[in-house]
């Protein structure tokens, strides 16, 4: 039965990449895409295609495939428990976007998950502990917002709607998402207000957004973040800095306040202290060569009845450091590897005190991608990881889980 899953996803995804190569080309290209696209790129999720249009609404899409193989049983409510072979095969994201221009200045931008939903998550996203898209708040919105924006007149812009804001820097697509993406990424409803040079320069950001109301208290808190950055161009290569702030990670945080389809989090209905978080991301291109180091903390303990450490309440961090290679092979296609090793600290209990739902202390990965028709893309990974030690509450013990992943743009 799996290998029908896996043969007829492939069909599926085949089949639309040769409509969308086939597919008749509009005049009118996206205009928000084109001209804004430093503004839109961060941590966005909505996919621009020009191929699929009908009364002004450009249409596109995505649909990811996952084939994951373990020597851990990847189960929800195990911490490195079970030494056995485990496999599985999901589709953890299939996902509709739509975008309609207003005027030249504002644009409408939709996003609908239809992935199939899992009573058990038995390994949907790598555990279903991995997949970003697992602990968002709205089980069906992607993303739903209008951006008021024109680079060609002005370097200040708003995004209005349900969002995800300008704390950390990832891509919503990524299975399975890294330590510093799952302890910064933020899907709410607010506001962002920037502004972004169209060259090289400073830029600045700041949003506001409804989150989870604190422990005894009748009404939502609006939370309220910043973001300070740098961008330059240069013929070396791109650098890119960006430094990150929000009031309340405990209220906020997707992967710390939200339940999935099958993990309950204790933080889900309620929160007993504030707790500020900072967010800082370094890039620099080196010709062909991509380098990322990110670093997130918590900067102050959380009550120790939301989320512990040993006897006190915990000051969650985490670190990546990665590099990229990008080349063309194979009949001219793209291609990537790369590696990258990340470690978290006091992360144990993120998902619930005691429950075992948290992030490891150590992992490596490894990785390969190539572009190997028009919008589809073939991918593997190694994944290795340790546990924190049984003293901290862990078990000390250690995974290595094999991923192939096919994702496929309709665009």
Not at 11 to 24: A, H, N, Q, Y
Not at 237 to 252: C, F, H
Not at 371 to 376: G, L, M, P, V
């Amino acid at each position: 039965m799996r290998i029908i899953n896996i043969l007829t996803f492939i069909l599926i995804t085949l089949s639309f990449s040769l409509s969308s190569v086939k597919g008749e080309l509009v005049e009118s290209k996206d205009i928000s895409s084109e001209k804004n696209s430093r503004i839109l790129s961060r941590n966005q999720a909505i996919l621009y295609g020009d191929k699929f249009k009908i009364e002004g609404i450009n249409f596109s899409g995505l649909i990811v495939g996952e084939l994951i193989a373990s020597d851990t049983d990847q189960n929800k409510s195990s911490r490195f428990n079970k030494k056995n072979t485990y496999s599985t095969f999901c589709v953890p994201k299939i996902t509709l976007y739509a975008v309609s221009n207003l005027n030249e200045w504002a644009a409408a931008n939709l996003g609908l998950n239809f992935a199939p939903s899992s009573g058990d998550c038995s390994a949907c996203g790598y555990g279903g502990k991995n997949d970003p898209s697992r602990f968002n708040k709205y089980d069906k919105i992607d993303e739903a917002h209008i951006v008021f924006a024109n680079r060609d007149f002005s370097p200040y812009f708003a995004k209005i709607g349900i969002q995800y804001f300008n704390y950390g820097q990832y891509s919503p697509h990524s299975i399975p998402a890294n330590f510093t993406q799952l302890l910064t990424q933020i899907q709410a409803p607010g506001i962002t207000v920037g502004y972004m040079p169209p060259e090289n320069g400073l830029n600045f950001s700041v949003f506001s957004f409804t989150d989870k109301i604190k422990k005894d208290s009748t009404s939502k808190i609006n939370n309220i973040g910043i973001q300070a950055g740098y961008i330059s161009n240069e013929e070396s290569g791109k650098t890119e800095l960006s430094l990150d702030i929000v009031k309340n990670i405990a209220s906020s945080v997707n992967y710390i306040v939200s339940s999935s389809q099958c993990c309950i989090n204790p933080l889900n209905k309620s929160y007993r202290k504030s707790v500020p978080g900072v967010s800082f991301t370094a890039k620099k291109q080196f010709s062909d060569f991509y380098t990322t180091a990110q670093f997130t903390s918590a900067l102050t303990k959380f009550d120790k009845k939301d989320i512990s450490w040993k006897e006190s309440g915990a000051k969650p961090a985490a670190l990546l450091l990665d590099v990229t290679y990008k080349f063309k092979a194979f009949s001219e296609k793209q291609n990537l590897v790369g590696m990258n090793y990340q470690k978290s600290t006091q992360a144990l209990n993120l998902k619930g005190n005691d429950l075992g739902r948290g992030l490891p202390e150590h992992r490596v990965q490894a990785y390969y991608s190539i572009e190997a028709w028009k919008n589809i893309e073939l991918g593997t990974q190694i994944i290795w990881d340790k546990d924190y030690k049984s003293k901290n509450g862990g078990t000390g013990k250690t995974s290595v889980t094999s991923l192939i992943t096919l994702m496929a743009k309709i665009m």
